[in-house]
Nanobody, 125 residues
Framework: QVQLVESGGGLVQAGGSLRLSCAASGRTFSSYAMGWFRQAPGKEREFVAAINWGGFSKLYADSVKGRFIVSRDNNKNTVYLQMVSLKSEDTAVYYC??????????????????WGQGTQVTVSS
């Protein structure tokens, strides 16, 4: 079992930046691919970014490419999502998720095995 706890959300003005963190429990973190998803009110959960077990393979949604960077520190059992040039449409609850498969293989939420509780990001225009 892996437990995930997100932090770093908050209220920011459009054009601002935030860095989300996701701390994982368990000794198997470094063997899992990790993903970030988000869900805005009234919308389905959508893929944001993913990173493979070693951090050298990454995948981004087109809507965040060039603005968001996903990274991980396996020594700290933590994955990050650095967000810059935030837009009002980035407002959502952001979730991190763990895939027991080590490589990035999917943008589908149902491919991920463990989920955090989410952290709210609100971008004011």
């Amino acid at each position: 079992q892996v437990q995930l706890v997100e932090s770093g959300g908050g209220l920011v003005q459009a054009g601002g930046s935030l860095r989300l963190s996701c701390a994982a429990s368990g000794r198997t973190f470094s063997s899992y691919a990790m993903g970030w998803f988000r869900q805005a009110p009234g919308k389905e959960r959508e893929f944001v970014a993913a990173i493979n077990w070693g951090g050298f393979s990454k995948l981004y949604a087109d809507s965040v490419k060039g603005r968001f960077i996903v990274s991980r520190d396996n020594n700290k059992n933590t994955v990050y999502l650095q967000m810059v040039s935030l837009k009002s449409e980035d407002t959502a609850v952001y979730y991190c998720a763990a895939d027991r498969f080590p490589d990035v293989r999917s943008r589908r939420a149902d491919e991920y095995d463990y989920w955090g509780q989410g952290t709210q990001v609100t971008v004011s225009s």
